[in-house]
C-alpha cells in the first residue's frame, strides 16, 4: 500500500464531506439509516424504492466500478420492504433487490459482489409481466456471504453459518454450518460452542472506536505536509 501523502487536516475535511454527503443523499433514501454509520464512497451507492431501513454502525464500502445498489421495487407504490441490522458489512459490488421482503441480521458480512433477491421478476413464457412468485429472504445474525455469493428467493439462512464464494443459495441453511456449491449444500459444521467474535464485539463502544481512529490518523499523517502533499498529486512517482 502506498503512503497516504494527505495531511491529517485534509484528511479530516474528507470525511466530514463523506459524511455530509450521506446524511444529505442516503439518509433521505431511507426510512430509517442508524447512528455511527460509515460508507465509504457514498456517492456511489444507490438506494431507492420505499421502505428501506438500516441499523446502527453499518459500514457499506463502494467504488466507482463496484457500485452498492439497495433497492425495493414492490408490487404496488409503497409495497415492499427491506430491512438490514445492526453492525452489517456491505462491500463493494453488492446487490439487494426486494420485491416482497428481505431481512438482513446483526452483524451480518457480504462480501464482494453478493447479490440477495426475493424474486426471479420474470416468468419463464410471459417476460413481460413480473414473476407472482416472490418469497421472502431471512438472513440470521453473524452470517458471512462470501465472495459472488447469490441468495435467492425463500431462503432462510441460520444464524452464524457461512455461504462460500461463489455459492448459489436456492434452499435453506440451517445455523452454524458452511455451504458451497452451486446450489449450495452443507459442506462443514461449525462448533458453536467455541464462540464467536462479530462485528457487534467490534462497535460495542463506538464513539471509543471513532476516537482511536482519529488518534491513529493523528499519529500516521502527522509528519505529511500540504506542500509535500500537493507536490505528490502533480508528481506521484517522485519521494519527498
Known sequence: MRQ????????????????????????????????WHTVMKPWHVRISGPNVRIGRCVTLIAEPDHRIHIGVWGREPGSG?????????????????????ITIGNAVMMAHGVYITDSDWHGLYNRLERDPRSRPVVIGDNVWLGDRSTVLKGVRIGDNSVVGAGAVVTRDVPPNVVVAGNPARVVRQL?????????????????????FFDGVDRQVLAGNTTLNWLRSLVWPRRGD
Open 81 to 101: 420492504r427491506i430491512d438490514i441490522g445492526d453492525y452489517v458489512l456491505i462491500s463493494p459490488g453488492t446487490r439487494i433487490s426486494a420485491s416482497d421482503s
Open 191 to 211: 462448533e458453536p460452542e467455541r464462540g464467536y467474535r462479530t462485528r457487534a464485539d467490534f462497535y460495542a463502544e463506538p464513539g471509543q472506536l471513532v476516537r
Open 4 to 35: 497516504d501523502r494527505r495531511p491529517y487536516w485534509v484528511k479530516r475535511v474528507y470525511l466530514l464531506l463523506r459524511q455530509r454527503y450521506t446524511e444529505h443523499f442516503l439518509a433521505p433514501a431511507c426510512d430509517q439509516l442508524g447512528p
